[in-house]
Structures are given as structure tokens and as C-alpha cells.
């Protein structure tokens, strides 16, 4: 079992999907490193083996196809081929290497993330539940992230993903005011552009879910022009 934070390697010559995936990855927990040649990533693989493998096909010294064959010659090591080729018989060769999945550019980093923590609780190098996993309860909500679970007053209730990820956001930082383009980079992307008005959709969706009347929150409250807070539990005691 890896430690707290699994280490990453990004296998990728192109800075501008290097860099922000890169941050995003670091902002959902995991240590980072990126390298830009195969070169580069066989070294350290061997000095400093990662536990997942994010590899782009097309590199300055070679094909990603031949790292991906050695490592899955030596070992079990993950590996997440990204390519902007979405033909089938693409995807079928990456897997039939052994690739553990198949991305294409251009791709969403959360929903890559979310990829990322699959594969690594299959193969028993994810984190474990503890250091930021354990159940959080703020009055009578309690968020359990381990089972993506939600419940109110004891009786469960139905989040969409989004909604939970927003929702989990906000209780890890109750009692903090969150910026909303803070909150859009780490829910939605780091390279998200369009308007936040989704972001006051989903919080008014969560409103109506948990608090007991939407129009006057107790737990999301706004802060005119910065973001949102969730209640601290001693703001409910009382």
C-alpha cells in the first residue's frame, strides 16, 4: 500500500498538457513529476518507481507503445496511455500492451483523476482511507469519501458525482471561505474557462438537499463576492 500522497509520473512533451495536469493531479493529492522524453521516464522508473504511469504515444525519442511493453514486462505498474489518436484499433493495441486504460486528448484532468484513483485501489497502491478520507460530519451532515456516501439527519441522500465532489470541497474547508474560482479549478478543472454559473446551480442544488429552507442556508452560505462557506461545527451549536 502507497503512502498518503501516490506518486505520479506524466510522460508528456507538450507543456501546455503537461503543466496544468500536472497541477491539477497535485491539487487532487498526489505527487507529481513529469518528463518529457522516454528517456527521462525510464530513469525514473528505475531510480524512483512511481505508482502510476500517465504515457503519451507520441514522444521526441520514441513511441510511449515500447515503454508501456517494457514495464509491463518487468512489473504490474499502471499505466494510462495519452493519445490524441482515438481510433479503436489504437485503444486495442494500447490495452493489448498492457495498458491499464486509454485516454485521448483533449481530456477532462478530474475526470482523469477519478481514472487515476480507480486503477490504483484495483491494483493496491491507492492511498488508504486515512489522512483526508475519513468520514466528515458538520452538524447533522455527514460526508463519508471513502463510500461516497451522504447523509442527512441519519437517512441518506442521492448527489449526483459533481454535487458530491462540491459538496466534499466545502466540508474539508468548513468554517473557510472558498474562493469560487478556486472552487471551479479543484470540482470542475484547473483549465475550466466558461462562466461559474454552473458552480451557483450546483450549490443551489445542494441547498435544497440539505438545507431546511434553501432560501435562508445554514450550512452554504454566500460571501458576496468572493465564494462560499460551510458551516463550522461550532457556528451550529446553539
Not at 506518486?7 to 505527487?31: N, W
Not at 507529481?32 to 530513469?43: C, K, M
Not at 514486462?73 to 491499464?100: F, H, N
Not at 451557483?200 to 435562508?216: F, G, N, T, Y
Request: charged share 30%; with cysteine; aromatic share 6%.
Amino acid at each position: 500500500m502507497s503512502a498518503a500522497r501516490p506518486r505520479i509520473l506524466i510522460v508528456e512533451d507538450e507543456t501546455t498538457i503537461a503543466e496544468p495536469l500536472a497541477h491539477t493531479l497535485s491539487r487532487e493529492g498526489f505527487d507529481v513529476s513529469v518528463h518529457g522524453t522516454l528517456g527521462a521516464a525510464r530513469g525514473e522508473i528505475r531510480e524512483r518507481p512511481p505508482d502510476l504511469v500517465l504515457l503519451d504515444l507520441m514522444l521526441p525519442d520514441g513511441n510511449g507503445r515500447d515503454l508501456c511493453r517494457e514495464i509491463r514486462r518487468d512489473s504490474e505498474l499502471p499505466v494510462i496511455m495519452l493519445t490524441a489518436r482515438g481510433e479503436e484499433i489504437d485503444r486495442v493495441i494500447g490495452l493489448e500492451l498492457g495498458a491499464d486504460d486509454y485516454v485521448v486528448k483533449p481530456f477532462s484532468a478530474r475526470e482523469l483523476a477519478a481514472r487515476i484513483r480507480t486503477i490504483l485501489r484495483r491494483s493496491g497502491r491507492g492511498p488508504s482511507t486515512a489522512g483526508g478520507r475519513e468520514a466528515i460530519v458538520v452538524g447533522d451532515v455527514r460526508l463519508d469519501p471513502a463510500a461516497r456516501t451522504v447523509s442527512l439527519r441519519g437517512a441518506p441522500l442521492e448527489l449526483a458525482a459533481r454535487e458530491f465532489d462540491l459538496l466534499w470541497l466545502l466540508m474539508q474547508n468548513a468554517g473557510r471561505v472558498m474562493r469560487r474560482e478556486e472552487i471551479m479549478e479543484r470540482v470542475w478543472d484547473v483549465n475550466w474557462f466558461g462562466s461559474t454559473k454552473t458552480l451557483d446551480v450546483h450549490i443551489s442544488w445542494l441547498r435544497k438537499k440539505i438545507e431546511a429552507e434553501p432560501a435562508s442556508p445554514v450550512y452554504i452560505t454566500t460571501v458576496r463576492g468572493v465564494g462560499f462557506r460551510f458551516a463550522a461545527p461550532g457556528d451550529l451549536v446553539g
